[in-house]
């Protein structure tokens, strides 16, 4: 199965807002609201920021928030601050045989 | 909730090995464990996941038949098991729990694995 495609990277500044696309195809994305986002800092474990397409895990901040339409998915961040600064993974249900499957991941830098 | 791995291991081409995610402060039958490879500088990888209720796995095409994944509901403990490693097996590799909705709520802090002779 293949990845998820994401944007090897994306930037912005302090303040400002981003959005990371994913794309998939009918057969994950598009056909299951089972998208998650998740961040991971250099040497640390990924941690969940959205699951179900837009829901928020509790002590997620709400600057972080999620979208889909379609085969693709957007996870947006808003006031951008440096702690955002990480690798974004999307993540998506495929259906019994797959189950699961990432994206590629994305780097966000904080300029 | 806290999922607990083993420590780094070294392993050279050909050898076995078992690594393992200890689970407390929750049922450990309630919630799948599934395995994630993340290689050097790379991205995520879905391996496969465990029902511990039943031992019920299924696996990613791309990793059926090399790896094995087992649990032990008596010791709340997942595995992770090769019984003959590859060089392109090194990597780090994370265990995670989820529900029927697929979303991946707690990790483990990671297990690293080097094969090289």
């Known amino acids: 199965q293949s990845a998820l495609t994401q944007p090897a990277s994306v930037s912005g500044s302090p303040g400002q807002s981003i959005t990371i696309s994913c794309t998939g195809t009918?057969?994950?994305?598009?056909?299951?609201?089972?998208v998650s986002w998740y961040q991971q800092h250099p040497g640390k474990a990924p941690e969940l920021m959205i699951y179900?397409?837009?829901k928020r895990p509790s002590g997620v901040s709400n600057r972080f928030s999620g979208s889909k339409s379609g085969n693709t998915a957007s996870l947006t961040i808003s006031g951008l601050q440096a702690e955002d600064e990480a690798d974004y993974y999307c993540?998506?249900?495929?259906?019994?045989?797959?189950?699961?499957?990432f994206g590629g991941g994305t780097k966000l830098t904080v300029l | 909730v806290q999922l607990v791995q083993s420590g780094a291991e070294v392993k050279k081409p050909g050898e076995s090995l078992r690594i393992s995610c200890k689970v407390s402060?929750?049922?450990?039958?309630?919630?799948?464990i599934t395995w994630v490879r993340q290689m050097p500088g790379k991205g995520l990888e879905w391996m496969g996941r465990?029902?511990?209720?039943?031992?019920?796995?299924n696996y990613s095409p791309s990793f059926q038949g090399h790896v094995t994944i087992s649990a032990d509901k008596s010791i709340s403990t997942a595995y992770l098991q090769w019984s003959s490693l590859r060089a392109s097996d090194t990597a780090m590799y994370y265990c995670?729990?989820?529900?029927?909705?697929?979303?991946?709520?707690?990790w483990g802090q990671g297990t690293l694995v080097t094969v090289s002779s």
């Open positions: 402060e929750y049922s450990f039958t309630n919630y799948w």
């Open positions: 993540c998506s249900y495929a259906g019994s045989s797959t189950s699961v499957v």
């Open positions: 465990l029902d511990p209720s039943d031992s019920y796995t």
């Open positions: 995670a729990r989820h529900g029927d909705d697929y979303h991946f709520d707690y």
């Open positions: 009918s057969s994950d994305v598009g056909s299951y609201n089972l």
């Open positions: 179900d397409v837009s």
